[in-house]
Nanobody, 123 residues
Framework: QVQLVESGGGLVQAGGSLRLSCAAS????????MGWFRQAPGQEREFVAT???????YYPNSVKGRFTISRDIAKNTVYLQMNSLKPEDTAVYYC?????????????????WGQGTQVTVSS
């Protein structure tokens, strides 16, 4: 059974940093695209970052230069380093994985999802 488990969320002041982790089990995602999405209360799920099977990364303008996605193949884990956090970054952050290597920004193209981790940025 495939599982994605996020960790690392929490409460941080504006300007601070957090690193989210997504540990996968049940299969290897070393050559699969993986992504991070977020959802704030009353809003739709939003693309945050993705990494393709060849480690190409993509970000929306809202987080570009502040967030970095990376993976550790040996640990079957994907990370999201978040710096210079803003109150508008407050949301539940979800890790997701695709079957294929090509990264996309569309949430319904990802097959596997974690349970989410809360990130709260205070002003």
């Amino acid at each position: 059974q495939v599982q994605l488990v996020e960790s690392g969320g929490g409460l941080v002041q504006a300007g601070g940093s957090l690193r989210l982790s997504c540990a996968a089990s049940g299969r290897t995602f070393s050559s699969s695209a993986m992504g991070w999405f977020r959802q704030a209360p009353g809003q739709e799920r939003e693309f945050v970052a993705t990494i393709s099977g060849d480690d190409t990364t993509y970000y929306p303008n809202s987080v570009k230069g502040r967030f970095t996605i990376s993976r550790d193949i040996a640990k079957n884990t994907v990370y999201l380093q978040m710096n210079s956090l803003k109150p508008e970054d407050t949301a539940v952050y979800y890790c997701a994985a695709r079957e294929g290597w090509r990264a996309t920004t569309i949430s319904n193209t990802y097959l596997y999802w974690g349970q989410g981790t809360q990130v709260t940025v205070s002003s």
